[in-house]
């Protein structure tokens, strides 16, 4: 389940500025097409090789927050370039 997808694609359209990564995992029967699985450093070096200066928000488990506080870091995004819920 992709929630807030319509209203998440819509402020896509509308800001150049922002832009929306997902990835969850293929479920049979499910429409998903995109990438599959957890976020990686990887995926966001491949989709957002601009990274380093762009303001990143992070809402999450707090494992998984502190793994992509870490690999944001290692991917050169200042800690006060990350927001957090």
Not at 1 to 12: G, P, W
Not at 35 to 49: C, D, N
Not at 62 to 79: I, Q, T
Request: charged share 25%; aromatic share 8%; hydrophobic share 45%.
């Amino acid at each position: 389940e992709f929630v807030f997808k319509d209203e998440l694609e819509f402020l896509q359209k509308r800001y150049d500025n922002f832009h929306v990564l997902a990835t969850m995992e293929r479920a049979p029967g499910t429409a998903w097409m995109g990438p599959a699985g957890r976020i990686t450093k990887a995926l966001i070096a491949e989709t957002v090789p601009h990274i380093a200066q762009c303001r990143v928000h992070l809402c999450g488990p707090p494992a998984m927050m502190e793994a992509m506080r870490n690999a944001l870091s290692e991917l050169g995004v200042p800690e006060e370039a990350v927001k957090t819920e």
